[in-house]
């Protein structure tokens, strides 16, 4: 039986879930990556995007590795932070620049397994 004064564990993220938000905000397929600076996470969208005839992934190599990344951040449970933030910023990807999450990993140790 289930505690109920156990904290409300959100939904894992999906890849599918992720490249409908990104589609429906912007209209393009954005490159994410996850990216360390001094001792923090942060979760990029970068400007270029699966839809530009230059992007050096075919549809596959993006998709394997989107999927890739939705499973480390659901491993570092940061699945809500990265859902509210895709659902809500007012900021939009502009070339040369990224936007930039920074992640709140939970408090269990599994986040220093991504920081050097």
Known sequence: MSDPAAPFAPAPLRYEEVITLLRSRWQASYD???????GRLYLQVMWAYLEQQSFPLDAAGYEARLRELVEVLNNLQ????????????????????????ALEP????????FLL
């Open 106 to 113: 939970a408090a269990d140790g599994r986040s220093s397994e």
């Open 78 to 101: 940061v699945a809500e932070q990265v859902r509210g933030w895709l659902s809500t910023t007012k900021d939009r990807p502009r070339l040369g620049k990224a936007m930039s999450l």
């Open 32 to 38: 994410l990556q996850l990216v360390q600076r001094r």
